[in-house]
């Protein structure tokens, strides 16, 4: 049985993508994998500790005792702007204006 797995951490901004390829322990977790990789002192303003995980494109609940699993790719979230639903609403209640004003 192999002692460590190869797994990518992967962080981006609109203007800068990171990823990052790393060799850790079989065993080690979504959680502990963003902290071996040092995004923390790359991006300061990154909480590794408390920021979003997820695993290609599925977050994950509980990224603190997710164990990896050879391949994988940790995803590190960003906080969210605006929530995605007041943008919907938002985007819906000006359609809707937009019509009935186009009515009169």
């Given at each position: 049985?192999?002692?460590?797995?190869?797994?990518?951490?992967?962080?981006?901004?609109?203007?800068?993508q990171v990823l990052l390829k790393l060799v850790?322990?079989?065993?080690?977790?979504?959680?502990?994998?963003?902290?071996?990789?040092?995004?923390?002192?790359?991006?300061?303003?990154?909480?590794?500790?408390?920021?979003?995980?997820?695993?290609?494109?599925k977050a994950l609940s509980a990224p603190d005792?997710?164990?990896?699993?050879?391949?994988?790719?940790?995803?590190?979230?960003?906080?969210?702007?605006?929530?995605?639903?007041?943008?919907?609403?938002?985007?819906?209640?000006?359609?809707?204006?937009?019509?009935?004003?186009?009515?009169?």
């Open positions: 049985m192999a002692e460590s797995i190869a797994v990518e951490v992967v962080y981006a901004w609109p203007d800068q850790v322990p079989v065993g080690t977790s979504a959680r502990e994998a963003v902290e071996r990789s040092a995004l923390g002192a790359d991006f300061p303003e990154l909480d590794v500790r408390r920021c979003p995980l997820g695993i290609f494109g005792s997710r164990i990896l699993e050879d391949g994988e790719r940790v995803e590190v979230y960003r906080p969210l702007i605006a929530d995605p639903k007041e943008i919907r609403k938002r985007r819906a209640a000006s359609a809707v204006g937009a019509r009935q004003s186009g009515r009169g």
